[in-house]
């Protein structure tokens, strides 16, 4: 099992790695759209001028990566690909230029959010592993098994699952699992339509963790968090997740500052790592824990646990 962590530049990056990634994902800047890149995010956001690198930094920060024994997934996952007919063409061809520079930078696979995207990749003959992004949505073996019939090398799950679930899911032979780590929206991802963080200039926040008020025939109930079903940690959980054969535990944080990613990379990392020891699971915890424990207190204070029975997770349909 290994930490894939976030990265908006190569400063990023050597912060992330000397954390301990064993895995980075970053976008690349490319010119095709004015706000938003491939790499579903926008170009900028409220807390960084740019999060998607150049040419030049992007061959710099996968050198590091190698240096580091790290692979570097590059990200190709913009869902929306729904275009007129003559626009299509050249988008398309946009897309296909991207994928190479990644590969002539030395990326190691590319994240796909579309089966369409996949099937011009393979169109073109570029023979590049791909994994499926967590926009497609996948929550069951059965797509997972799909996924492998088409030839994707690992398969990022959803954030609404039960550690029983992904034991079922780990079953499958011959593609590998990954999961989120941290935080993560409300919705199934390949579904939810509260876009942001598409290079907006002001900071909206996160739209299902806004507060609203509902207006009914008899009610008005104000500012109340009605959307707000986050999970913010996995950190109990990944003992059992390392057993089942989870693969990589993913960390969200593009938008977030890179100080709080860092730490949370770092305490995934020293969890794993004391795994890896062959300490039990509670004991591997605890000592990771430790790393951060005022950071990790105020979310443990929440009770809102990633993969185990809760109140969010009951409430699942």
């Given at each position: 099992m290994k930490v894939k962590a976030p990265v908006i530049s190569?400063?990023?990056?050597?912060?992330?790695l000397e954390a301990g990634a064993g895995e980075i994902y970053l976008g690349a800047s490319n010119g095709a759209f004015k706000n938003i890149a491939y790499s579903a995010r926008g170009n900028?956001?409220?807390h960084n001028s740019r999060i998607t690198i150049d040419e030049t930094e992007l061959k710099k920060t996968v050198d590091l990566a190698h240096?580091?024994?790290?692979?570097?997934?590059?990200?190709?996952?913009?869902?929306?690909?729904?275009?007129?007919?003559?626009?299509?063409?050249?988008i398309e061809q946009n897309f296909i230029e991207y994928i190479q520079t990644g590969i002539q930078c030395g990326i190691d696979n590319v994240v796909v959010a579309d089966i369409g995207q996949y099937l011009l990749i393979r169109e073109h003959n570029i023979d590049i592993p791909?994994?499926?992004s967590v926009y497609l949505a996948t929550i069951n073996a059965e797509q997972v098994k799909f996924f492998k019939e088409l030839g994707f090398r690992r398969v990022t799950l959803e954030y609404q699952m039960l550690t029983q679930e992904i034991r079922e899911i780990c079953q499958v032979e011959g593609i590998d699992i990954e999961v989120f780590a941290n935080f993560g929206g409300t919705f199934l991802n390949g579904r939810c339509s509260l876009y942001h963080n598409m290079?907006?200039?002001l900071d909206f926040g996160f739209p299902c963790k806004s507060k609203y008020d509902v207006i009914t025939e008899d009610i008005l109930e104000k500012d109340y968090p009605y959307y707000d079903s986050n999970l913010y940690c996995s950190l109990c959980s990944v003992g059992k997740l390392y057993e089942m054969g989870v693969t990589t535990l993913k960390i969200t944080g593009r938008e977030i500052p890179s100080k709080v990613t860092e730490d949370i990379v770092r305490t995934y990392s020293k969890c794993i790592q004391y795994l890896e020891d062959n300490m039990d699971y509670m004991t591997a915890r605890n000592?990771?824990?430790?790393?951060?424990k005022d950071f990790w207190n105020k979310w443990c204070s929440k009770k809102r646990c990633k993969y185990i029975k809760n109140r969010v997770t009951s409430s699942y349909v």
């Open positions: 190569f400063d990023s990056a050597k912060k992330m900028s956001n409220v240096r580091h024994n790290a692979s570097v997934s590059f990200l190709t996952n913009l869902p929306q690909f729904s275009l007129p007919s003559e626009e299509r063409s050249r791909c994994f499926a290079g907006e200039e000592l990771a824990f430790d790393e951060c």
